[in-house]
């Protein structure tokens, strides 16, 4: 059969609209289906939650006493640790400390360790200076400092080293806690420094 001229250019533009003018496939150009979420087992490395990362605690309020103890991180070197305690007065009174402080270590159970006081702490270490004992009148919004001092050293194989994680600070209004960590190896021994005045 011969078709016609004209029929032969309308059946070849239809053939073109249908390869470029809008005119997909059944389904082409669709969106994309969804991802099938499928749970992990427990586990599974990809399913655990990320670590926490450490941040400092807050620091505590105000005891019901008016006096806030606080103490910095440790510095250590060569197994010797410096440790500086802060003793803030918070209330509306003046206070008054003098001499060396009156520590006790606690364990982890809350029980007293065996720890030789050594006041000056020069049998721990003379890289430390020791301010002469005195009154110190600690005003309200002032503090007042000691320093601990001790050697994270282990020579003996009788005993476990003591660590103590409790410091205990007797003052004139009653007994404050610090928590921390006081690894006196098996030296049993712990320097203080006196009280002195905390300069602004």
């Known amino acids: 059969m011969i078709v016609p001229p004209a029929a032969r250019v309308c059946v070849t533009a239809a053939l073109i609209c249908l390869a470029g003018c809008g005119v997909r496939a059944p389904g082409a150009g669709a969106a994309p289906a969804r991802p099938t979420v499928t749970a992990l087992p427990p586990g599974h490395p990809l399913g655990q939650p990320p670590p926490t990362v450490w941040s400092p605690s807050p620091p505590p309020s105000c005891a019901g006493s008016g006096l806030l103890l606080y103490a910095g991180p440790p ?28 520590v006790r270590l606690l364990d982890a159970d809350g029980q007293p360790l065996k720890v030789k006081i050594d006041r000056g702490a020069r049998r721990v270490t003379t890289a430390i200076r020791d301010p002469r004992p005195q009154a110190v009148t600690v005003r309200p919004g002032r503090s007042a400092a000691f320093t601990l001092a001790w050697r994270n050293t282990y020579g003996g194989t009788t005993h476990p080293p003591a660590v103590g994680t409790t410091l205990v600070v007797t003052t004139g209004s009653g007994r404050q806690r610090v928590s921390g960590l006081f690894d006196l190896g098996s030296t049993n021994l712990l320097g203080v420094t006196a009280w002195k005045p905390v300069e602004r």
């Open 75 to 102: 510095d250590a070197a060569m197994g010797l640790r410096v440790q500086t305690v802060t003793l803030t007065n918070c209330g509306d009174t003046a206070r008054q400390v003098k001499g060396y402080p009156r």
